[in-house]
């Protein structure tokens, strides 16, 4: 079955670390995004990326990095620069006309 | 920039009762809008997509309506289940993204 698989589930972090959250998806969709979500509160925009080799910082991207070398994986590094890291990511993708996007189960970030 | 504003924020019926949740948008120019559930702890999963040209979407017991000219979109659930309890999110795309409002959290006693 196509998806959107992210991992880990849960991801503890010491603060001063990088992590980095893992997304594949094998939907052949070309555009991939991650967003943050926060208790009681929508989904905000972290960084997007419309075909390989090629992103966008979205609406809160600092302390934040992604790469796009493959068209079916699109990562996210939360620098030590976050200072508010803790919170639940999610992982989406849409095909290039835009038509829908899917999204994957989430990772659970907790700073310790 | 777009917002969105989803009303009520939370909303508790019992069973069997049809429900109406509210999405209003500030920009009207987008391309399609997207309803979404999302059960505690998990993704998001996709409910309805209604193309801008259209005025609704229905898949079974769930019809939603749009009126771009206004901002405006309606959830319509028809019988209420407990097991439609969850947090429903509205997100109208543009630019190729989406923007989401905060959600309506439903929960329907049994």
Not at chain 1, 102 to 112: A, D
Not at chain 2, 1 to 6: C, F
Not at chain 2, 21 to 35: E, G, P, V
Not at chain 2, 93 to 107: E, I, K, P, V, Y
């Amino acid at each position: 079955d196509g998806g959107i698989t992210q991992s880990p589930k849960y991801l503890f972090r010491k603060e001063g670390q990088n992590v980095t959250l893992s997304c594949e998806q094998n939907l052949n969709h070309d555009a991939m995004y991650w967003y943050r979500q926060d208790p009681g509160q929508g989904l905000r925009l972290i960084y997007y990326s419309q075909i390989v080799n090629d992103f966008q910082k979205g609406d809160i991207a600092e302390g934040y990095s992604v790469s796009r070398e493959k068209k079916e994986s699109f990562p996210l590094t939360v620098t030590s620069a976050q200072k508010n890291p803790t919170a639940f990511y999610l992982c989406a993708s849409s095909d290039k006309s835009g038509y829908g996007y899917t999204f994957g189960s989430g990772t659970r970030l907790t700073v310790v | 920039k777009q917002e969105v504003t989803q009303i009520p924020a939370a909303l508790s019926v019992p069973e069997g009762e049809n429900l109406v949740l509210n999405c209003s948008f500030t920009d009207s120019a987008i391309y399609n809008l997207q309803w979404f559930r999302q059960d505690p702890g998990k993704g998001l999963t996709s409910l309805l997509l209604i193309q801008s040209s259209q005025r609704e979407q229905t898949s079974g017991r769930l019809n939603a309506s749009l009126d771009k000219s206004s901002g405006r979109s309606t959830l319509y659930i028809a019988a209420s289940q407990p097991g439609d309890s969850a947090t429903y999110l509205c997100a109208p795309s543009s630019a190729r993204q989406l923007t989401f409002g905060s959600g309506t959290q439903l929960t329907v006693l049994p």
